[in-house]
């Protein structure tokens, strides 16, 4: 089976597919300043996560699973904010979600998901 | 290929089935309380999967993968020690263990499984 | 469809394949001692995924997702330094990584590698 990777740099791919799954990298708010709060951030990665399942030829009702990383617990109401007003009732995901520091100090949240092509 | 979901609210799926594999959402003990043990939560952890497992028509012994977080590292013998009375001896899976503040002060371990159904 | 396990001991398989992906368990630097360079564990690690993909029939360039576990994400250019050098540009993976203290004191690096068959 062909493996499709695509916006790749010299260190990942942004996006692979492979048997009928799309696998995303993880996605932090690559617009982010200190200081944005989470859930601005939230939904400047789930505008980025649509745009990668587009480019896949897939959407969000589609998703499969999804791993969220937030800086600091307690804001996972904010987080939740605009999870669930993003989500679609009828495709909604697994979901795991726990507190881990990020790679910047700007970001406070990151999103892996997967989803069927 | 068809998505098969389960056990969702308005957030998540508790269950997602797609390709001969079943994503099971992060488990956390449901009926935890401040001070539970991680022994006891992981063995209420672990028999939510089972369920969960069942449902799908499927059970541990066809475990791919298992991704575990613990509140606190220090109590990684505690949960081996119900993790390691659980598994199939035909059925180990892929661990990766690592410590993370999880959802819930109540909440010290959360584990997220993959298995083939 | 067949699920193969490999190099299992009482707890865990380092590996499983089924349906077309192997799945690594989290990969640290089974020879590791405090004080080692995260530079140098994640050579080891590296070195010891591309022995188990080996033996699972494939390598780095077919590799899916990668998600990378600091216990200190100041060696976030440390780390980077020993995976650039190894990824293959032709197969670059989906990465996430996140800072989380991991099981031993000795162990400042893991990884968690899927890859396809």
Partial sequence: MEIVRSNSNARMSQMVVYNGVVYLAGQVDETSQIGRSVLEQTRNVLAQIDGYLAQAGTDKTRL??????????????????????????????????????????????????????
Avoid: C
């Avoid at 909604?92 to 406070?108: S, Y």
């Fill in 64 to 117: 499969l699973t999804a791993t969220i990383y937030l800086s600091d617990m307690s804001q996972f109401a904010q987080m939740n904010q605009a999870w669930d007003a993003w989500v679609s009732p009828q495709g909604l995901p697994t979901r795991a979600t726990v507190q881990a520091k990020l790679a910047g100090a700007e970001f406070d949240v990151e999103i892996v998901v997967t989803a069927a092509v």
